[in-house]
């Protein structure tokens, strides 16, 4: 059984160009979420989604990032002309059908690294 | 101060030694999950403990849950050099859905 995979692993953009960055959760697992983590601190939660649908983007900045999950395929992550202050490892995740609230485990992928230059 | 704060920020101790790490966090929780995290590499799950439990264990790791204090510790037992790492708390808030909210981790390091 395959874990949340993510690619990928490193990344590097210049100023202005596009990331994106893939997710595909733990087979059985429809629940994605994406956290960022900036050099030496936590975890920072960006958004959190189920197929096809954005349950929770409160983390995520309002300009120049997205995220979706489609019905098919991995779930994206895209930062649209990234600024130095990008540069981050970008962690997703991924829970069964009823999320963390009830007690399920929060499995994480190994990151994707992004450095822009 | 934030939701789920570990303390001490670093810890070096000997081989064969015990660990224990804290972490304290202001809200009502559904539970609580501690997380591993080598250097470069992602977060590994270690235990979870729910806002009704008190104390867990999972081989060497002792977990306890104290919600009139807002706190709970991680004690890793016979501490290997392998166990060196950054350990993270992280909460599920009753008001926050699903998602997590972390602390900024304790590092730790075991010397052989």
């Known amino acids: 059984n395959a874990g949340v995979m993510q690619n990928p692993r490193h990344l590097v953009r210049r100023r202005g160009q596009e990331a994106r960055l893939r997710c595909s959760p733990m087979k059985g697992h429809s629940h994605v979420y994406w956290y960022r983590q900036l050099p030496e601190e936590g975890l920072k939660f960006m958004v959190y989604?189920?197929?096809?649908?954005?349950?929770?983007e409160s983390g995520m900045p309002k300009e120049r990032f997205s995220a979706e999950f489609p019905k098919e395929g991995p779930s994206i992550l895209r930062i649209q002309q990234v600024v130095r202050g990008d540069s981050a490892a970008y962690f997703c995740?991924?829970?069964?059908?009823?999320?963390?609230?009830?007690?399920?485990?929060?499995?994480f992928g190994e990151g994707s690294w992004l450095t822009v230059v | 101060s934030q939701q789920g704060e570990e303390d001490p920020q670093a810890l070096s101790i000997q081989e064969g030694e015990n660990a224990t790490m804290n972490c304290s966090y202001k809200?009502?929780?559904?539970?609580l999950q501690w997380y591993r995290q080598n250097s470069g590499r992602g977060l590994v799950h270690l235990i979870l403990?729910?806002?009704?439990?008190r104390e867990k264990h999972s081989g060497r790791l002792r977990v306890t849950l104290d919600t009139s204090k807002k706190s709970s510790s991680l004690l890793i037992t016979a501490s290997r050099a392998a166990d060196t790492a950054s350990y993270f708390c992280?909460?599920?808030?009753?008001?926050?859905?699903?998602?997590?909210?972390f602390g900024e981790g304790t590092q730790l390091t075991v010397n052989p």
């Open positions: 989604l189920q197929k096809e649908n954005i349950i929770d």
């Open positions: 809200t009502s929780i559904n539970n």
């Open positions: 995740a991924s829970s069964t059908n009823t999320g963390s609230s009830s007690g399920n485990t929060i499995y």
């Open positions: 992280a909460t599920d808030a009753e008001t926050s859905g699903s998602r997590l909210t």
């Open positions: 403990i729910r806002s009704n439990e």
